[in-house]
């Protein structure tokens, strides 16, 4: 007999009773006839307008992209009612649960994020409440075989867990990760609704729980966008009150969207710089005059490369649709400004071109097709303090050589280009789709 079939018994069974006993029913009856005169309480948060009281909220991302670090960074904010990434936090005692990571990992994380959010670890003690389970059994929910039939329950793991924090008064619990504290088919919305209700009995009557999980493999090898920042069932985003979703782009920055709110409007997204040797940090525009000379400084080093490729006969296709764009073909460079998004360089190149310092130029590409580049003016050569004289003029008709020269002469720079250069002309000879054509 099936649990549902089985309490749909027992209910009728206690339907049948005298009426002087009452029955004991798994659901409670909420007032309502006093809503016009009270009040009811707004949704609190740990994480302002990201991860709410009493609700488990689930955060994202494939596996290196920095979720574990992510989520150190939180707990170390809580503990010390600091603000993350200008976020305010509720301050709390927080329980981090390691299923994934061994405690030497954990403790090397943690020492790095001490160090660069200036804290003394000594103040976390008593607060901040590392649990490695990595040695043990680390589940909190799996399938288990009784009578004959499958159920999902929660494990011994998951009481001592809970016993842990009310022993401790712990406000926060996160939970690295789903993989290895869910022992059941990621797949099955039954189990998987089962074990995020285990975690938010955790979380109640006031606390917060973070699951960490990794996203789908579509996800993850981008077939699909960053919608999908789960892994298997669609249970998982529709059991979580708040999912958020951490990425990572070709330059090495991080994207962290809020996906889904079900108490409140969704966060905007930040996008967080992760230097090597340090920690993830916000990457926060600059505005006015700081701002001014923050393009200034960024036009310049695209009009120096635009220059430095055009005296090589290399292209930089005017058309954002074209294979050698700017951002596709000078991305790669030491000195472009990586920070900058797609749309922001191409802004760039348009005001640069507002300015008289880039014009566009027609000519034949090498498969005498009619195409357009870039070239800087010599009020742009002003800029950059190049005498206009000694810009090297390419060819008008073509925008590379026939023959590529001997690999040696090759510069480091037209060497990994990957798609203009010596890229291109070890292309086979045939035309090119009309889309793809500069």
């Not at 050698?324 to 920070?339: F, W």
């Amino acid at each position: 007999m099936s649990a549902d079939l089985a309490l749909q018994t027992r209910l009728l069974s206690l339907a049948a009773e005298p009426q002087d006993v009452l029955p004991v029913v798994p659901f409670e009856r909420v007032p309502v006839a006093d809503l016009l005169d009270t009040v009811p309480p707004a949704p609190t948060y740990y994480l302002q307008g990201l991860i709410p009281a009493g609700h488990v909220t689930l955060l994202g991302a494939h596996g290196g992209t920095g979720k574990s670090m992510l989520a150190l960074m939180l707990a170390c904010a809580l503990v010390g009612g600091l603000p993350l990434f200008g976020i305010p936090t509720r301050r709390a005692a927080v329980a981090f649960f390691s299923a994934e990571d061994p405690a030497s990992v954990v403790r090397h994380r943690l020492h790095m994020i001490c160090r660069a959010m200036g804290l003394d670890p000594a103040e976390l003690a008593g607060r901040l409440h590392i649990l490695d389970a990595t040695a043990g059994d680390p589940a909190l929910f799996r399938e288990v075989s009784a009578g004959g039939t499958r159920q999902g329950v929660s494990t011994a793991t998951c009481a001592a867990l809970r016993a842990y924090m009310e022993a401790h008064q712990t406000n926060v619990l996160i939970v690295d990760n789903a993989s290895d504290t869910y022992d059941a088919s990621e797949i099955d919305r039954s189990r998987v609704r089962g074990f995020m209700r285990a975690l938010a009995l955790l979380a109640q009557p006031d606390r917060a729980v973070l699951l960490l999980a990794h996203v789908d493999k579509g996800t993850s090898r981008g077939d699909r966008t960053g919608t999908e920042g789960y892994s298997g069932s669609t249970a998982w985003h529709n059991s979580a009150r708040s999912r958020l979703y951490l990425s990572r782009d070709k330059d090495g920055a991080l994207l962290l969207e809020h996906q889904k709110h079900n108490l409140g409007p969704l966060h905007e997204p930040l996008r967080l710089l992760w230097p090597a040797g340090g920690i993830p940090t916000l990457d926060a525009p600059v505005e006015g005059f700081v701002q001014h000379i923050a393009d200034t400084t960024d036009t310049k080093a695209l009009l120096r490369l635009v220059h430095e490729f055009y005296g090589r006969g290399e292209h930089i296709a005017t058309e954002p649709r074209s294979r050698y764009h700017a951002v596709k073909v000078l991305g790669s460079e030491p000195t472009y400004p990586k920070r900058r998004t797609q749309p922001e360089v191409f802004g760039l190149l348009r005001d640069a071109e507002r300015r008289g310092l880039l014009q566009r130029e027609a000519y034949r590409d090498r498969y005498r097709r009619d195409a357009e580049r870039w070239q800087v003016t010599p009020a742009g050569l002003a800029l950059l303090g190049i005498a206009a004289s000694a810009a090297s003029a390419a060819s008008a008709d073509v925008a590379a050589p026939a023959h590529p020269p001997h690999a040696a002469a090759a510069s480091a720079a037209s060497a990994a280009l990957g798609g203009v250069g010596e890229c291109v002309r070890a292309e086979p000879a045939a035309e090119p789709a009309a889309e793809d054509a500069p």
